[in-house]
């Protein structure tokens, strides 16, 4: 019995080892760069279903979501509790921002320029569309850089660009998915990405993981189900004032 107990732990000891990396020769960074250049835009839009929690230092906020994102700019998303109320809607077609506020009676419906700083104000997310939407989208966005290296690490590649104050340090993995990047200003860091639970199939992050260390804010997206570059009705993101709610313009 001893034996089969030791031979059942090498055995699983052995199936918990990590793949074996996919190239032979470690890539150059031109090498790298191209694969994100090839892999840049694959997704357009998203429709999925997630649990979405934000912890800050003061506050920790946990709903699931059913989330629509298309490029440029668009945006929707319908947040329930874990008792599937429904608290909030907010829509954005890149040009009208529409929120209800379905936390009181009656409910509040607010509605102006889909600026940044508006949608900030509803996602508790201090990013600008033109930089969240791409990563949520499996495709972070590249600095402006002078230099670039290559890296080995135990869990894969790290490819890192420089510019004149700021550094940039992308993650693959030993099958050469992207799996996380860091961003650098002035010796600082300033976000930071996770990409978890691959899908095969899909080669999309089931599991996002935001890290902005300025506004000490943590943002993770637990994807359930995810449907990738389908046509999303215009509709979808705009949203009508409930009969019953409080109309508030939003700040210009």
């Not at 031109?30 to 250049?37: E, G, I, R, Y």
């Not at 809607?89 to 509605?111: E, H, I, K, Y």
């Not at 996770?194 to 993981?209: A, Q």
Request: one cysteine or more; a neutral charge; hydrophobic letters at 40%.
């Amino acid at each position: 019995m001893r034996w089969f107990i030791v031979l059942l732990i090498v055995g699983l000891t052995g199936c918990m080892q990590p793949q074996k990396p996919i190239w032979t020769d470690v890539p150059t960074a031109d090498q790298l760069l191209q694969k994100l250049a090839a892999d840049a835009g694959r997704y357009d839009s998203l429709d999925g279903a997630a649990t979405v929690s934000l912890s800050t230092d003061e506050r920790y906020l946990s709903t699931e979501q059913f989330l629509l994102l298309q490029r440029p700019n668009r945006i929707r998303i319908d947040a329930l509790t874990g008792f599937g109320q429904l608290i909030f809607q907010m829509t954005s077609d890149g040009d009208v921002l529409s929120a209800l506020l379905n936390t009181s009676v009656p409910a509040r419906f607010l509605q102006g320029r889909a600026s940044d700083e508006n949608i900030a104000r509803f996602i508790q997310v201090p990013l600008a569309m033109r930089d969240l939407l791409p990563i949520l989208l499996y495709d972070p966005p590249l600095i402006s850089f002078q230099t670039s290296e290559v890296g080995v690490t135990s869990h894969g590649l790290t490819l890192t660009l420089r510019g004149e104050n700021n550094r940039q340090e992308i993650y693959f993995d030993q099958q050469l998915r992207l799996s996380g990047c860091r961003y650098v200003r002035d010796g600082r860091d300033t976000l930071s990405v996770e990409y978890l639970k691959i899908s095969e199939s899909e080669v999309f992050p089931y599991d996002i993981r935001v890290k902005i260390p300025p506004q000490h804010a943590r943002i993770r997206l637990k994807f359930s189900e995810i449907l990738l570059n389908s046509n999303i009705a215009a509709t979808k993101f705009t949203l009508l004032k409930p009969a019953n709610s409080l109309m508030e313009p939003l700040p210009e």
